[in-house]
């Protein structure tokens, strides 16, 4: 870990301070439950596994960087599938889908063949999965099932795979430095999530999706996604 990236690891380190040390008062004024106050306590807390975890990776370098991301999408996927319906007959395009397309990715990834990394998933595993799928000799909603298994695999690992991907930038002026960008893309998103949340408080009034999040509104998703684009651009 350079320099730089130490710097901005102590200045989020200190900003997590002040926003804990924040939410103690607010605890201790409140003298009581409040969900609001505990809600935000709950996200500084998750805030600062993140940091620790996040921070030891860059810590170890870029292959912890890419393992970190790899353990992202196994979990990310196993809780997508496990909400998603299969038969006996899906195991074949379910252990490729773990065990052959994830790794695969990652390590495309790790040795930077940008020409593979970038098709993989959603070219030649597209069109493996289904076959795999089909060795079972079941038909029954065989394109819902197979669709399913494929788009977990596009969201959960192709897209959440790029971020270590950005380790393969070659920026002029910025060697070695990529680690910096993938620190900056999460404090952006963690910027979202914040001003998300103050605009929905502060504007709110419009549920995007009141049956799966009933605390999300169009408001704040909208100011939360301006305000963070002007800052991360």
């Not at 926003?19 to 106050?37: C, D, E, F, H, M």
């Not at 940091?51 to 870029?62: E, P, T």
């Not at 009034?205 to 996604?225: C, D, H, M």
Request: hydrophobic share 55%; proline share 4%; glycine share 10%.
């Amino acid at each position: 870990m350079d320099n730089q990236t130490q710097l901005l690891f102590m200045g989020i380190g200190m900003v997590l301070l002040l926003a804990s040390l924040i939410g103690y008062v607010l605890k201790r004024r409140a003298g009581g439950p409040n969900s609001v106050i505990d809600n935000l306590n709950a996200r500084i807390n998750a805030w600062w596994v993140m940091v620790l975890v996040i921070g030891f990776a860059f810590w170890l370098g870029q292959g912890a960087v890419i393992l970190l991301f790899y353990a992202v999408s196994f979990y990310a996927l196993r809780e997508f599938l496990t909400l998603t319906p299969t038969r006996r007959s899906d195991y074949p395009a379910l252990v490729a889908a773990f065990y052959l397309a994830l790794p695969l990715q990652y390590v495309l990834i790790a040795i930077n063949w940008y020409g593979l990394f970038s098709i993989f998933i959603p070219v030649y595993v597209f069109l493996l999965l289904p076959i795999l799928a089909s060795l079972g000799g079941d038909s029954k909603h065989f394109l819902e099932r197979a669709s399913k298994v494929q788009w977990g695999l596009m969201i959960a690992v192709f897209c959440v795979s790029y971020v270590p991907a950005l380790l393969t930038l070659e920026i002029a002026g910025y060697e070695g430095r990529s680690l910096l960008l993938i620190a900056w893309l999460v404090i952006v998103v963690q910027i979202s999530d914040v001003l998300q949340y103050v605009c929905g408080k502060l504007f709110g009034k419009r549920k995007i999706a009141p049956n799966l999040s009933p605390s999300k509104t169009v408001e704040g998703f909208l100011g939360g996604i301006a305000l963070a684009s002007l800052i991360g651009g």
